[in-house]
T-cell receptor, first 112, second 111 residues
Framework: DQQVKQNSPSLSVQEGRISILNCDYT??????FLWYKKYPAEGPTFLIS?????DKNEDGRFTVFLNKSAKHLSLHIVPSQPGDSAVYFC???????????FGKGTRLSVIA | DGGITQSPKYLFRKEGQNVTLSCEQN?????MYWYRQDPGQGLRLIYY???????QKGDIAEGYSVSREKKESFPLTVTSAQKNPTAFYLC??????????FGSGTRLTVV
């Protein structure tokens, strides 16, 4: 039973346009959400996070939106750059110090 | 510079052998984790430890063992009981209320 779902295995976007990566979750106890970026043969690196008391968090080109009623979050990257091409993982936790639950990832390709 | 180090980067194991993957951190983080990545499967939790001398099983602990004798170290042993050990293994650490810092991973291949 997958608690964090990333239903799009891949996404292609033109350079300069917006990339939107989606994530759905089923566990209503999740209260902290994160996005990680991963290049091949490397560990994931933290990108941005949001707690359930917010509906939006922004950091430069990256914005995460949280819709608690729909149990849905999205990551917006604008403008997209070729260096953004990577696998993006959505993750969630139910309370402090519990392990993160990861989605299966979405491979983003930004085409020049 | 603080960080988390996994070694070796590549590891080959013969059928029936146990192998141990190293994970060391100097971030003074209390919690440490082991995940496994397979193509199309995302990251799946093997074991985690929130404090020295204590650890808990994750979703796919069968065929694996860990120890946490020091705060800095959380080695993972892949035993011969693990039927499909070929994968990319990721170690991570965290402090309370924050996200993870990941190591660069170990690719284990059964030959």
């Amino acid at each position: 039973d997958q608690q964090v779902k990333q239903n799009s295995p891949s996404l292609s976007v033109q350079e300069g346009r917006i990339s939107i990566l989606n994530c759905d979750y089923t566990n209503s106890m999740f209260d902290y959400f994160l996005w990680y970026k991963k290049y091949p043969a490397e560990g994931p690196t933290f990108l941005i996070s949001i707690s359930s008391i917010k509906d939006k968090n922004e950091d430069g080109r990256f914005t995460v939106f949280l819709n608690k009623s729909a149990k849905h979050l999205s990551l917006h990257i604008v403008p997209s750059q070729p260096g953004d091409s990577a696998v993006y993982f959505c993750a969630a936790s139910a309370r402090r110090n519990t392990p993160l639950v990861f989605g299966k990832g979405t491979r983003l390709s930004v085409i020049a | 510079d603080g960080g988390i180090t996994q070694s070796p980067k590549y590891l080959f194991r013969k059928e029936g052998q146990n192998v141990t993957l190293s994970c060391e951190q100097n971030l003074n983080h209390d919690a440490m984790y082991w995940y496994r990545q397979d193509p199309g499967q995302g990251l799946r939790l093997i074991y985690y430890s929130q404090i020295v001398n204590d650890f808990q099983k994750g979703d796919i602990a069968e065929g694996y063992s860990v120890s946490r004798e020091k705060k800095e170290s959380f080695p993972l042993t892949v035993t011969s009981a693990q039927k499909n050990p070929t994968a990319f293994y990721l170690c991570a650490s965290s402090r309370e209320g924050h996200g993870y810092t990941f190591g660069s991973g170990t690719r284990l291949t059964v030959v």
